[in-house]
């Protein structure tokens, strides 16, 4: 018999003055009442309650002890409450993780409609291109753009994405368009470096198979905006995710190359731990940016 039962079966009691009225709430028999009533003074040591067959007091210890039971009670209901609510509405506090570009631009701007709708939520934003361990780091969710998704994460499609290659129109006209990966060679490719100057190649897919392409160019940098501001600016080719650039292939600013090369699958997706129970700040924090990014126009801002 564990504790809390004890526990229950004694305020029951003493709250209901009989052992029979509070059998009768618990839908048990005065008799196993009783028992629980006397395997709580044992085990404690002390007697709490005189019972006769017409009348039941508390001694002192007893009245004691029921006000400290009382207080547990309450407690703990309101702990099961919090939680449980916690699967139906929006309340804690979430920590978000996203790439720093797509983050500042696609999702940190919806979190004050977010607490807005939900307003006993707080949040916290981590917006980094380094891949964070969203476990051991403490983070509910992570957005990513692409790349291979750990087996014990859920990871959730928010919206369609690929990596082309692109440039400017008037780029094209003075160095010709590349028509197959080897032509990249005679290019000038505004390369993504990694720490100390190393650069990152280009992933294409070739006859079915995933292939890095080395890319060389008189630029590099490690920050996404500005090679896309490079690219923009007629400065060389760019390997760009299309939710960057969807506006200006719209506009006719840029044009992409290589498309039959493009990696059909880096979509932007939400990804948390696998649990049994999301809680509402996940989920509906995902939905959001899930209906936010099927507006129709929403990438062509």
Known sequence: MDKLTQIEAFVEVAEKGSLVR??????????????????????????????????????????LYLDHCRKLLADLGHADRMV???????????????????????????AAGFVRAHPDVQISFNLTDRVVDLVRDGYDVGIRIGGVIDPSFVA????????????????????????????????????FNLQGGQQRGWYFRDQGKQVTVRADGNLNCNDGELLHRWATEGLGLAWRSSWEIQAQLASGELITVLDDYALPQYDIMAVYPQQRHL???????????????????????
């Open 156 to 191: 959730v499609k928010l919206a369609s994405n690929r990596r082309v290659v692109c440039g400017t129109p008037e780029y094209f006209e003075r160095h010709g368009i590349p028509r197959t990966l080897d032509d990249l060679a005679n290019h000038n490719c505004l390369a």
């Open 279 to 301: 809680p509402a700040k996940v989920r509906f924090f995902i939905d959001m940016l899930k209906e936010v990014y099927a507006r129709p126009d929403y990438w062509l801002r």
């Open 22 to 63: 509070a059998a009768l709430g618990q839908h048990i028999t005065p008799v196993m009442l009783g028992r629980r009533i006397d395997a709580l003074e044992k085990r404690l040591g002390v007697k709490l309650m005189h019972r006769t067959t017409r009348h039941l007091t508390l001694t002192e210890q007893g009245t």
């Open 84 to 110: 449980s609510e916690g699967r139906h509405r929006a309340t804690g506090h979430l920590t978000v993780s996203a790439p720093a570009a797509f983050g500042r631009k696609h999702v940190a701007p919806h």
